[in-house]
């Protein structure tokens, strides 16, 4: 990938950002050389800002920050595509898009995502960055302690309260793969391995 920054003058090239599940187009922002370096670094996506005349972390204030899957250049290798799971709202209006779309898709993954961004960018107010902080061994009590839940409620015949440990029980367990180093994914290709023998 080599984009051609020289074919603007002032050096600034457009980025499209694609939600990389949905296919939904988030935004469009700009990026200087130097921008771009530092994205592909971070695995965030910076802009450069036109209206600060600074580099631009999207989701520097209100932590929604923009993850990136891929990259690509355009055929004429003037435009950018950035394919990103977003950690949240993408427009400052607090819409899914800048385009006032919605973007209505969740996913384990989207969850993933979301627990990746607390694990690397801790926040006071997050509980998910509280059980990071708290280390593995309170990370592992806890899904113990919501699998035990999850047995006690499977006796009785309360749905909401079931499913409501079910997902408590899926939250915390996703957050100790993140601590342990390992990813749904990972799971999922040994599962694939046991279904294809």
């Not at 631009?56 to 355009?74: A, F, M, P, R």
């Not at 006032?100 to 006071?124: D, G, T, W, Y």
């Not at 100790?176 to 046991?194: S, T, Y």
Request: aromatic content about 8%.
């Amino acid at each position: 990938m080599n984009p051609d920054f020289s074919k603007y003058t002032d050096g600034l090239i457009p980025v499209i950002i694609q939600d990389n599940i949905t296919g939904k187009v988030l935004m469009l922002g700009f990026m200087n050389e130097e921008a771009l370096q530092k994205t592909e670094a971070e695995g965030i996506v910076i802009f450069f800002s036109r209206s600060k005349q600074r580099l631009w972390t999207k989701g520097e204030t209100s932590g929604n920050y923009l993850n990136v899957k891929e990259i690509l250049c355009d055929c004429d290798s003037d435009t950018l595509l950035i394919k990103a799971s977003p950690c949240g709202p993408v427009c400052h209006t607090g819409a899914d898009t800048c385009f006032n779309e919605k973007n209505p898709s969740f996913s384990l993954q989207k969850l993933e995502e979301v627990i990746i961004n607390r694990r690397n960018h801790p926040a006071e107010t997050s509980y998910t960055s509280s059980l990071f902080a708290k280390g593995i061994n309170k990370i592992a009590q806890k899904v113990g302690e919501e699998a035990v839940e999850l047995v006690i409620e499977s006796k009785d015949d309360d749905e909401e309260k079931f499913l409501g440990e079910a997902a408590d029980l899926l939250f915390h367990y996703l957050v100790l793969l993140q601590a342990k180093g390992f990813q749904l994914d990972d799971v999922i290709n040994v599962l694939r391995k046991r279904h294809n023998k």
